[in-house]
């Protein structure tokens, strides 16, 4: 498996852990924590054509190439799901908790949704039209997304 698969399991499971040491059941943290399924599902896509250009194995790289198109037609919808579900969370947490410009667990996720909202836009654009500029776009925002949520989580 590519590093990449790795990094997505440890992310949703420190996002877990947390919940499970604050002991906090709130529906809010679980609509966050179903988007970021969704999001980490999506970015696995990343994991699989990483794979395949890595592998030197032609049997493998067919293997791997053949799981990857079965999955490419949802990458889209499941990409709006968690763009649903993680408006959901930040719509449920403003309720619960209100706007505090002073916390920095906001803030973080305030940039994570703004990176989510730009990977979003980023991910039709390309397809619509697709061309080099774009899918480079939509890589490095999904690292800038990434990285983002994984700041959400530690603060």
Known sequence: MNKWFYFNLFLLALA???QVLNGIANISIWFGISGLTFILYN???HSFFSEIRN???RKRKIKIANIA??????HTWIGFAAFGLITLHLVLILNHYGWDIESLKMMSGVIAFMALIAQTVSGWVRKVKATGKRRR?????GYILFFSILLHILL
């Open 69 to 74: 198109r079965k999955l490419m037609p949802h």
């Open 16 to 18: 877990v852990w947390q």
């Open 43 to 45: 970015w696995n896509m």
């Open 55 to 57: 592998e030197s194995d």
């Open 137 to 141: 776009a939509h890589l490095r925002l």
